[in-house]
T-cell receptor, first 116, second 117 residues
């Protein structure tokens, strides 16, 4: 069963606008972590932001913020003031407690294209 | 920050040959390394987990005899694609857990684009 669901295969956003990328997850584990990564066309994986299941506040990192709704099991990424360099594939990922040091399960990704 | 160096960044090989991909943790010790595979426009799929000094753990459906993983030291893990075929053409990327808390993000290599002709 798919554990991470990203329903938006692709999105266009205008420069300087904000964009929200959706991510829902499925786990029965009370302890888990949620990550967002950016993958430009060159292929490297760039870590953006992390949210732990027990964190009381939504995570923020510069222009990135995470809208964490635990009851809905959603962890949407918000990119504010989009820049042309934000054009990339964005992946939501989850780490569950039994794999605490380890592996991430990734969603299908959302391709973001920022237009001038 | 922690850096994972992956080589080569791209490789083209003939069908039937073997290809070795190396991942090194440059400024930290990686007792565990994760190997992912990514087809174009698709997500990253975990292939296997390598552990220093012990056998790798393969995900369901991944042929362990085809994708040989060796984790010979605390800083080096290798993936060898044996008897490569065109369907093995893909993007392979390694990652290692960061030091510190379990909440640390994985540190990824830059990936290897394999093309089998």
């Amino acid at each position: 069963a798919q554990k991470i669901t990203q329903t938006q295969p692709g999105m266009f956003v205008q420069e300087k606008e904000a964009v929200t990328l959706d991510c829902t997850y499925d786990t029965s584990d009370p302890s888990y972590g949620l990550f967002w990564y950016k993958q430009p066309s060159s292929g490297e994986m760039i870590f953006l932001i992390y949210q732990g299941s027990y964190d009381q506040q939504n995570a923020t990192e510069g222009r990135y913020s995470l809208n964490f709704q635990k009851a809905r099991k959603s962890a949407n990424l918000v990119i504010s003031a989009s820049q042309l360099g934000d054009s990339a594939m964005y992946f939501c990922a989850m780490r569950e407690a039994p794999d605490s040091w380890g592996k991430l399960q990734f969603g299908a990704g959302t391709q973001v294209v920022v237009t001038p | 920050g922690a850096v994972v160096s992956q080589h080569p960044s791209w490789v083209i090989c003939k069908s039937g040959t073997s290809v070795k991909i190396e991942c090194r943790s440059l400024d930290f010790q990686a007792t565990t390394m994760f190997w992912y595979r990514q087809f174009p426009k698709q997500s990253l799929m975990l292939m296997a987990t390598s552990n220093e000094g012990s056998k790798a753990t393969y995900e369901q459906g991944v042929e362990k005899d085809k994708f040989l993983i060796n984790h010979a030291s605390l800083t080096l893990s290798t993936l060898t694609v044996t008897s490569a075929h065109p369907e093995d053409s893909s993007f392979y990327i390694c990652s290692a857990p960061g030091q510190g808390s379990r909440d640390s993000p994985l540190h990824f290599g830059n990936g290897t684009r394999l093309t089998v002709t």
